[in-house]
């Protein structure tokens, strides 16, 4: 294992013997790792999460963003046994933290692990669709009446389209890697739709669609059904929860939760938007969503898909050019059929916009 997570442990307010840590998830950017801890022969599970600080560059405001959600959202729990699995519970280091900082430099935060409930990476069911929005929908609400002033932004301009088509257009003409001539028509299937990449920041300069608070990484990955009911019980992976718009939210549900093939998949014939999980989604989200949705933003969801999809493949074609800085890979050319996939599902979107406005106004 590339950390030693026994040291990790014995910094954390944790009771009990360390027994085992095993790497954990398919997430793009920490090193999580599941933990098992006996305490008086029980077998008691953690995740332990190095908080990766190339890309996170103030963990510990990070944290206190964390902090500031988790204690927001159990305040409104009701059900004290079920609390802990309804949301992330941040355990303390032993200087009072809720990170530990190590002699390497690193950050490491320790959470209560949710038991009997599960992440999925591909949807499956209309059912889980309609859940995960639903979870999603309710942690923005959740979030409406957060008090203490805005929280920090841990990416700023993470969502920013033009922006990222500007760091596109800067890595094509640098080309480091040499690895422009082979992705041309990726650039331009991006620089066709760039006008439309202004459409929500535009909305909301004019004061047409507000900030709120929103996850910002609303893949399926980072929400717990749980096993037994299916129910969408915890949201999870909170490093980017910031100010942004609702949009980017239910925008990366569509990307994650509606085609059936995996993000990375190389046979393209095989990603698509399912229209009956879309729908899922959209009914989902509404569900607990409606009861502070504007008209305005409510119009704008059926956009959402479309540009947060691109905005993702924008991302993983830069980080191909760029060679593979940011996002985990774990094979040749895998940012590039990342990127693929997310293209042909904005194609999959664009064909069914009719349908899918027509859905939103019947609804
Ligand atoms: P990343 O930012 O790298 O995506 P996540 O926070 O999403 O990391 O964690 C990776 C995976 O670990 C999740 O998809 C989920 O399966 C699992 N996981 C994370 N936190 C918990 C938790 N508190 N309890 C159970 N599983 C968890
Ligand atoms: C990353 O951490 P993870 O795997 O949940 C990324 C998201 C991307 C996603 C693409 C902080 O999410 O923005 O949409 O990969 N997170 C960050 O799969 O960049
Ligand atoms: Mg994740």
Redesign the pocket.
């Known amino acids: 294992m590339k950390h030693n997570v026994k040291r990790v442990k014995e910094n954390f307010e944790i009771l009990g013997d360390f027994v085992s840590a095993a790497p ?7 090193d ?1 790792y599941r933990v098992v801890v006996d305490q008086g022969g029980t077998e008691v599970h953690y ?1 332990f ?1 190095r908080i990766n600080h190339n890309i996170f560059k103030d963990p510990p405001a990070l944290m206190e963003n964390i902090q500031r959600v988790t204690d927001h959202i159990f305040g409104k729990i009701h059900d004290e046994a079920e609390a802990s699995r309804h949301s ?1 519970y941040v355990i303390r280091a032993l200087d009072g933290k809720p990170y530990y900082h190590d002699v390497d430099g690193n950050y490491w935060r320790a ?4 038991e009997k409930a599960t ?1 999925y990476d591909i949807i499956e069911t209309e059912k889980q669709a309609f859940q995960a929005a639903r979870a999603f929908g309710n942690f923005q609400k959740e979030l409406v009446d957060i008090p203490g002033g805005r929280l920090h932004e841990t990416i700023p301009d993470f969502h920013n389209t033009p922006k990222r088509v500007a760091t596109l257009e800067a890595a094509v003409a640098e080309d480091v890697m040499g690895r422009a001539k082979d992705v041309q028509a990726e650039i331009d299937f991006v620089m066709k739709r760039k006008a439309e990449t202004e459409i929500l920041l535009d909305l909301n300069a004019q004061g047409l669609i507000p900030e709120r608070i929103t996850h910002n990484d609303t893949k399926l ?2 929400v ?1 059904l749980d096993d037994k009911t299916g129910e969408g019980i915890c949201v ?2 909170l ?1 980017t929860v910031m100010p942004g718009l609702v949009h980017y939210d239910f925008g990366d549900m569509v990307r994650t939760s509606t085609s059936p093939a995996v993000e990375d998949e190389k046979d393209l014939s095989k990603v698509c938007m399912q229209f009956n999980m879309f729908e899922a989604l959209l009914r989902g989200y509404l569900s607990t969503a409606q009861d502070f949705l504007t008209p305005t933003e409510r119009e704008y969801l059926p956009f959402a898909g479309k540009l947060i999809t691109l905005t993702i493949g924008i991302r993983f074609l830069t980080d191909y050019l760029q060679g593979d800085v940011y996002f985990k890979i774990h094979r040749e050319r895998h940012n590039l059929d990342r990127c693929r996939t997310q293209f042909k599902l904005v194609e999959s979107i664009e064909g069914q916009m009719d349908k899918i406005k027509e859905l939103l106004n019947s609804i």
């Not at 954990?24 to 920490?30: P, Q, R, V």
């Not at 959470?111 to 949710?114: D, E, K, L, Q, S």
């Open positions: 954990y998830g398919s997430g793009h950017i920490n999580t995740i999460q992330l959470y209560i692990f949710v992440t990955n980072n717990m999870i992976d490093d």
